[in-house]
């Protein structure tokens, strides 16, 4: 199964991809992950990627496209894969779909973790990332709202878009994210 969670930024998007992958047992693609790794190593790619990401804003997305058609090609990645973080917008959801449809996998179901915004705020606070002052969280409120956003609809259209609320403990929107995989898989089936 292919999953793409969708939410704005501190919705726990990483929290329960990471446990959604384990359950079903398929790779989690984080490219935000990715990203930090190759600053971290400091790989060109990485310092480039920085520039960005420090900032709040985007990475170009010939650049995410990259990591993510790579990452694509790994073995662990052709049973499954959660989406974490990408695609974050319509033309990478479009990039995406052409990939996939490549290796005859469509994305199976897009998850919108939904997050009031004060909500939002709070969380980011309390999670003090390098990227996650108030600014920053402000500029990537924004990019999500015009950018992301935007592909609820190109999933609605789809129709693979399911809406979960993210509120709550992990533990309870993890159950609702079951719930909702569940139900898609025995309509599958
Ligand atoms: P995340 O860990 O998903 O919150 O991502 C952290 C930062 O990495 C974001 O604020 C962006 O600057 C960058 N990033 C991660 N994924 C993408 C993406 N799909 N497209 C563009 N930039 C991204």
């Given at each position: 199964m292919r999953i793409v969670l969708v939410g704005p930024p501190g919705a726990g998007k990483g929290t329960q991809a990471q446990r959604l992958k384990d359950y079903l047992g398929?790779?989690?693609?984080s490219t935000g992950e990715m990203l930090r790794e190759a600053h971290q190593a400091g790989t060109a790619l990485g310092r480039q990627a920085a520039e960005y990401f420090e900032a709040g804003r985007l990475v170009p997305d010939?650049?995410?496209v990259g990591i993510v058609a790579d990452r694509l090609n790994e073995a662990d990645c052709a049973d499954g894969c959660v989406f974490d973080g990408f695609p974050r917008t319509v033309a990478q959801a479009e990039t995406l779909d052409a990939m996939l449809a490549e290796r005859d996998m469509p994305v199976?179901?897009?998850?919108a973790v939904e997050v009031p915004e004060s909500e939002v705020f709070q969380r980011l606070a309390a999670r003090g990332r390098a990227d996650d002052h108030v600014?920053?969280?402000r500029e990537r409120m924004g990019h999500y709202r015009r950018l992301t956003q935007p592909i609820l609809e190109y999933y609605h259209d789809q129709g693979v878009l399911r809406s979960i609320d993210g509120t709550g403990t992990p533990d309870e929107v993890f159950a609702r994210i079951r719930r909702t995989v569940d139900t898609a898989r025995q309509t599958a089936s």
């Open positions: 398929v790779a989690h693609l010939d650049v995410v199976d179901l897009a998850i600014e920053t969280v």
